[in-house]
């Protein structure tokens, strides 16, 4: 089965609904002939415009400010999640053969950690949908973030009947996560690296202000160290969150530079909005110096995270050979993250999907990695 856009399979069958209701015809109470086409439409277009406000709800709810933020992770509020859970499960009723309303939701259940909640509406699309190949590879991959091994091969089995070219996307995320797993983390900049190594920056949001935030001043120390100790090696800075004005790429940059770093050796990569689109950019902008390993520098509850989604992101524009590995800033200490909790390992889970291409919302306007 080909790769098709949820959005636009519904589309398609919101034309083949419009087709057969056309040309119909119905009487009036006075017995005068009246179009039911144009009844029909009145009614879809009625069905139509709730669906809109209620994903405009949506999407107030998610861009809403308040939130909660770590060195680690920045997610919306459980409450703010339950709202877009709840608007688009009611846009859904109404327009049951949209697939990527039970997928936004479904995203929403997992932003409130409740990922057995998530897998019923995966569920429910295969309910009408059964070979739809993303439905198939959520199920394989959040069936194997709760241990369900056998439920997560199941579902790769289906992914090979369905969708054989999904397969090795799929066994690439969870042999990257297996190795996030085991990854011992350091706060050590190494002494010796390949002469094709890069090291990239990953970048925290800024202050209302335009400032750099404690923990985006920590990573740029460690980075910092990294750099004197691989002083051929390029550096990709990525961040373009914008506040006052100011992007974290180029900050990031300007900082790096005053204390001694060559400007020629860094890029500024100033769109990223997410840890998913700094992987993503950066990868090109690793590609384009020719880079064969990276060394990723974040805050230690946040860099596995970062590492997995940028040897996800390679994997489309760098060698076969391509590696990676970390360095932490230490924002707690590591022998508390010798092993992801829950809550950073569903992060993770969930970046990579994103990374491979499965956005997490896909109901416009809210549109999200």
Known sequence: MNRTSVLTRAVALAAVGAVTLAGCTS???DGAPTSSAASSSAAARGVASQVAALLAEAK????NPTRTSTAGNTDKTVDNMAVVEQKLL???ALAPYRADLLFSAASARIA???VPG???LYRKVLAFAPDDDDAHTYLAVWNRFLGDAAGSAAEVEQLRRVAPDRVPEVEALFAAIEWAV???LTDSSPRIAPPTTGIVVLGYALKKDGTMDAPLIQRLEKALEVARALPAAPIVVTGGVEQAGK???ALMKDWL?????DAARITDENFARTTVENALYSSYALATKRVEHAIVVSSASHVRRGTVDLILAARENLPATFTASSVAAVDKPLADLVTPSTDELRSIYRDALSTIGLWSYRSAPLLQR
């Open 27 to 29: 009487t009036s109470s």
């Open 60 to 63: 107030d709810a998610f861009d």
């Open 90 to 92: 009611e846009a859904s």
């Open 112 to 114: 409130q950690k409740n």
């Open 118 to 120: 998530a897998l019923e």
């Open 182 to 184: 085991a990854y011992t």
């Open 247 to 249: 992007t974290e790429g």
């Open 257 to 261: 530079v005053e204390r001694g770093v």
